[in-house]
């Protein structure tokens, strides 16, 4: 079996002993077809069947592939925690040996979640299942995943800074995540932070305005981009706090705030200006600071949307037990594949060459070493 029967092999079976399907080989076809586009049970049994001669190659197969009541049982009774733990230790070492270093130094971590529409039980459709996940920005890859509990986005993104070396990294997420807790647990893990501030932080956000308001113009920068019949240009402002203002608002290595004004000119709309706040745990240039912030919406363009557009995510509607969440990793799985293989395509198209041709899929799943 390829080394990513290494990576299955990890994973408790949550099955009677008897069980006739070996959980690594249900796996590994589970992702190779998630690789090739399946979208649910049924195709992951469909895609066996039709690549049965192809996987016999690397599988024993000792009772043929499994059927969709196999696949779906064990997605609902697999242990997700436990399977995004083996996710965790692969996408590891697997971010080490595209970068040649160990850890996450150097790295913008995003943390964001999403819900999954599709994922909801009958007459539940306003409280889909939502999950949080932390992205590396540079290498383009989902280092965690954590369900939200009770759909709490900042529960789980606690829990996800607590299983992650931060150290020497800078993460970043949207405001509502910009509260003492999450840049407490963010320190405590050695990394530092940018996180948006917004009014709801009261006192600090006031400060950090006011602050700004009087900031010199040397510590402005801009940058610009005239695209599709639009300018847009961005400006940052970033300002050391006053020494005590971590005891102050209990913001833990609170050093700097800074402001991004993003200023768009369109024909029909004329001018429009948004201002963004945001607090440091290291004072940045300004133009370090517009890159960081830029990088962060990365999780969006780069995770989101593929999984939903390419993947289809949001229309898939397994929902029992832990099928959502564990068919979910997979796809996110894929994704760290996708993104980093070398061949130039797009994602949509890697996965059409990865169904047509086997050499190109297996040259995927060889990666998982």
């Not at 592939?65 to 242990?79: E, G, Q, Y």
């Not at 995540?177 to 917004?198: C, F, P, V, W």
Request: with cysteine; aromatic share 8%.
């Amino acid at each position: 079996m390829l080394a990513v029967g290494l990576f299955f092999a990890g994973v408790p079976d949550p099955r009677a002993s008897n069980a006739r399907h070996d959980l690594s080989e249900l796996l590994f076809i589970a992702f190779a077809a998630v690789l090739c586009g399946a979208e649910n049970c049924q195709d992951m049994a469909d895609f066996g069947e039709a690549k049965r001669a192809a996987l016999g190659k690397v599988l024993r197969l000792a009772h043929g592939t499994p059927s969709h009541d196999t696949f779906s049982r064990v997605f609902r009774l697999l242990d997700p925690a436990a399977f995004e733990a083996a996710f965790r230790r692969f996408t590891a070492a697997f971010a080490a040996a595209l970068s040649g270093t160990v850890g996450l130094a150097g790295q913008v971590v995003a943390i964001d979640g999403k819900s999954l529409a599709g994922a909801f039980e009958v007459g539940a459709q306003a409280t889909p299942l939502h999950l949080v996940t932390a992205w590396a920005a540079d290498q383009r890859l989902v280092l965690a995943q954590r369900r939200a509990p009770g759909r709490s986005e900042i529960t789980a993104a606690l829990e996800i800074i607590g299983l992650l070396d931060l150290q020497a990294c800078t993460v970043t997420a949207d405001a509502l995540h910009g509260n003492r807790r999450m840049a407490q647990a963010i320190r405590e893990q050695g990394g530092d932070y940018l996180l948006a501030l917004k009014g709801n932080r009261g006192p600090l956000y006031h400060a950090a305005v006011a602050l700004l308001d009087a900031a010199p113009v040397a510590a402005v920068t801009r940058t610009a981009k005239p695209a599709h019949a639009r300018h847009e240009e961005r400006r940052a402002a970033v300002v050391p706090v006053p020494q005590d203002w971590p005891e102050r608002f209990k913001f833990n290595g609170l050093a700097a705030v800074a402001r991004i004004d993003a200023l768009r000119n369109t024909a029909p709309k004329g001018a429009e200006v948004q201002s963004r706040y945001f607090v440091l745990s290291r004072l940045l240039p300004a133009d370090e600071v517009l890159h960081v912030a830029r990088r962060h919406w990365s999780i969006e363009n780069q995770q989101h949307w593929l999984l939903d557009v390419v993947f289809d995510e949001d229309s898939a509607r397994a929902r029992k037990d832990h099928a959502a969440e564990n068919i979910a990793l997979l796809r996110r799985l894929a994704l760290n594949l996708l993104q980093s293989d070398t061949l130039k395509a797009s994602i949509r198209r890697k996965i059409k060459q990865a169904g047509w041709k086997d050499d190109y899929l297996f040259s995927l799943l060889a990666q998982m070493r």
